[in-house]
């Protein structure tokens, strides 16, 4: 379920992105049916889909979709409320009742007002309606009858520090592992770095650098850039804006704790990320490091297959994405991606690239 914190001054956190909506059709919903509707919302021209309920004549949306819009999201849970912030604008929805508090700041109180509908639960998501809330955040939606669609502009502002490549004015690429560390496919690719001479970056889940302390030293004794990977692997789509904190925050002190320094760098898992995430991760002074080239290593597909992605999509500024972390023992997912490596870095020095950290890529580009 999700959870929203806050103090007893009702304090509260709102994430919004910008949502449109693409409405379909739908006789009412009842609580017995195991499958939900999606449609797509389109958030300033993005699409963006979402599970939906229909209740009462309104389209209902899982609270934590509203991050999307670029507004913080949270569970509080001594007054059963799910808690919206956007700039000054901080309001709750308790679960169960058809009314908003409003926090207004200059007179230091709360002010109640009629919700158009009854919020409600379901599999573990609190529903919400979406023209309701998306109005108290001071966002403009219109509905196109024509397309069947409905479209929200957010009137916000939230520049992504999502980076997909480095410059391509110097022949580099960067080489990233995530999900680990680990102790069997990450010995092998360190020993294969190691002899090949070649730095990378890894990506690392919080959970496995306490699990894995030396594993981690070593990364860094061998000169290997850091990221963080979060500390449990959660689509952070899925989950709260004060989750999301905990599990950077907890994953940075991970790190430190081990190798005494935190990196200024960020991986979502899944490559999963609203523009809520977006305005936290440049609140915690972190840049978001998505990839350019994808091996698709984890589906299991040999090294050459492998060898013949990085081929076909690498260019300068490059970031290659692989991973290292056996997610079953003896299933030998990542073994294509192991055999693969020394043969990208053969294949792509002889083409004259050049093998940086995520860092040195930045510091020849932001």
């Given amino acids: 379920m999700l959870k929203i914190y806050k103090s007893k001054e009702m304090i509260i956190l709102l994430l919004i992105v910008p949502i449109f909506l693409c409405i379909l059709p739908i006789k009412e919903a009842k609580g017995e049916e195991s499958m939900l509707p999606e449609a797509s919302v389109y958030v300033d021209g993005q699409p963006i889909n979402t599970n939906y309920i229909m209740k009462d004549g309104h389209f209902m949306v899982p609270s934590i979709f509203i991050k999307h819009t670029g507004a913080k999201v949270n569970w509080n849970e001594e007054y059963q409320s799910v808690v919206f912030q956007l700039g000054n604008t901080y309001f709750a929805i308790p679960l169960g009742e058809k009314y908003t508090d409003t926090y207004i700041p200059e007179q230091n109180s709360w002010q109640r007002e009629e919700l158009s509908t009854i919020t409600f639960q379901y599999d573990a998501n609190i529903y919400v309606p979406l023209l309701d809330v998306v109005n108290k955040l001071g ?7 024509a397309t069947n669609r409905t479209f929200i502009e ?3 502002t939230i520049q992504s520090v999502r980076i997909n490549t480095g410059s391509p004015a110097n022949k580099y690429v960067s080489l990233t592992f995530d999900d680990g560390p680990e102790n069997h496919y990450t010995p092998q690719i360190l020993d294969i770095l190691n002899e090949k001479g070649v730095p990378a970056t890894f990506f690392v889940v919080g959970q496995q650098v306490v699990r894995f ?10 000169g290997h850039g850091l990221g963080n990977h979060t500390w449990s692997h959660p689509a952070i789509p899925t989950i709260t804006t004060n989750e999301v904190i905990r599990e950077i925050k907890k994953t940075q002190k991970g790190i430190d704790a081990v190798v005494g320094r935190e990196p200024d760098i960020f991986r979502p898992p899944f490559g999963a990320i609203t523009r809520s995430d977006d305005l936290v991760l440049q609140e915690l002074g972190l840049r978001t490091i998505m990839w350019s080239v994808d091996t698709l290593d984890w589906t299991g597909i040999s090294a050459d297959e492998i060898l013949s992605i990085v081929q076909r999509d690498v260019s300068p500024g490059g970031i290659i994405l692989q991973h290292n972390i056996e997610v079953q023992p003896g299933l030998g997912l990542l073994d294509g991606s192991v055999e693969a490596l020394p043969k990208i870095i053969d294949r792509l020095k002889e083409e004259g690239y050049t093998f940086v950290t995520i860092q040195t890529l930045l510091d020849n580009q932001y």
Avoid: L
């Fill in 139 to 145: 966002m403009d939606v219109s509905y196109n009858q």
């Fill in 154 to 156: 957010t009137k916000t």
């Fill in 213 to 222: 302390p030396s594993i981690m030293k070593r990364i860094v004794n061998e």
